[in-house]
């Protein structure tokens, strides 16, 4: 078998060749990019003003009549509402937790009541925009102390969360 | 026969394709979207259950034997989860006659009668408490056998 040699000047014929056709595939794309940039920065004249909105805290609170599934030992859902005054919907993913108080304390201490850790929540929260979220809760993010006394039966805790997330 | 080979063209020209897709993948990619971040702030509540309170246990009858004041006790079956315990008290002494149960049942109670006196009449009450929680307890109203004072 016989190897004929390709001329180097044919070579580099070839290789321009392919450099011209992807130049010229970058040039077809680009410059149409280029004219839609160029048609946004220049449309229009004069001034106009637009403010951005702030951002607000949206309000939890606790359900009224929260289910009654703590015993000595248990875990339980906290149960609450969310209402979103912004006009965006959110979603929370993060929760954090603050200081617990007895409907009873007397009878039965707040420290009976031991939150989850902080952290991220299993299922994220959404809010409608400007709307509410109607009952959600936190599954397991309070346990009653094994040894709480019996006064403790039927008695209400309320949780202080602070919900984090962001606009969706 | 003859046979032309061409020697294989370098890579490079691949290479140049390859970053000039790349560029093109960065320049038509939106702009960089910024969000709100949010926060919630407030309360959530729990509840602590509670037992309902039990039935007294129904004295059924009181009769004298010697010296003794028998009482006929008898329960109904508490609700799943839950035990009943009856006891009895005459003054400040207390005693469990039946129970813990899980189911409906009668008994008969034993009471000497010197044990009874002025003031000193057998009442009866039904301690509900949860099987996994019996730390818990919910103490129904009295039922008094004042039958027995007749047998003095």
């Excluded at chain 1, 595939?25 to 160029?38: C, M, S, Y």
């Excluded at chain 1, 108080?101 to 902080?118: F, I, M, V, W």
């Excluded at chain 2, 959530?44 to 129904?58: D, R, T």
């Excluded at chain 2, 009943?84 to 002494?93: F, K, L, P, S």
């Amino acid at each position: 078998m016989q190897r004929v040699e390709v001329p180097a000047r044919v070579e580099r014929d070839r290789r321009r060749r392919m450099v011209v056709v992807v130049f010229g595939i970058l040039a077809a794309i680009a410059i149409p990019a280029g004219l839609g940039i160029a048609l946004w920065s220049s449309d229009g004249s004069g001034s106009a003003s637009a403010k951005a909105l702030t951002a607000e805290d949206l309000t939890v609170t606790a359900a009224p009549s929260p289910t009654a599934a703590l015993y000595p030992g248990a875990s339980a859902a906290l149960q609450f509402s969310v209402t979103n005054p912004n006009p965006y919907a959110v979603t929370f993913t993060s929760v954090a937790y603050g200081t617990v108080t007895s409907s009873d304390d007397s009878n039965c201490p707040a420290s009976n009541l031991t939150p989850a850790a902080d952290g991220a929540l299993g299922t994220p929260i959404s809010v409608a925009a400007s709307g509410s979220s109607g009952a959600v809760s936190i599954p397991s993010a309070v346990t009653l102390a094994s040894g709480a006394p019996n006064g403790c039966q039927g008695v209400t805790f309320t949780v202080a969360v602070t919900l984090s997330g962001s606009q969706s | 026969m003859e046979h032309v080979v061409a020697r294989r063209p370098r890579r490079r020209p691949r290479v140049v394709v390859a970053v000039a897709a790349g560029v093109l993948v960065v320049t038509t990619a939106g702009p960089a979207v910024s969000l709100y971040g949010a926060r919630g702030v407030g309360s959530a509540g729990a509840k602590a259950a509670s037992l309902h309170v039990p039935p007294a246990p129904a004295i059924g009858s009181t009769t004298g034997l010697a010296l003794a004041c028998l009482v006929g006790l008898s329960w109904s079956a508490p609700p799943a989860g839950e035990q009943y315990t009856i006891r009895r008290t005459i003054g400040a002494t207390t005693v469990v006659v039946a129970g813990p149960t899980a189911t409906s049942g009668s008994t008969t109670d034993s009471v000497l009668l010197t044990q009874l006196g002025a003031g000193k009449v057998p009442s009866y009450t039904t301690t509900a408490h949860w099987v996994t929680a019996p730390a818990w307890t919910r103490v129904s109203p009295t039922a008094t056998a004042s039958g027995c004072l007749d047998l003095l």
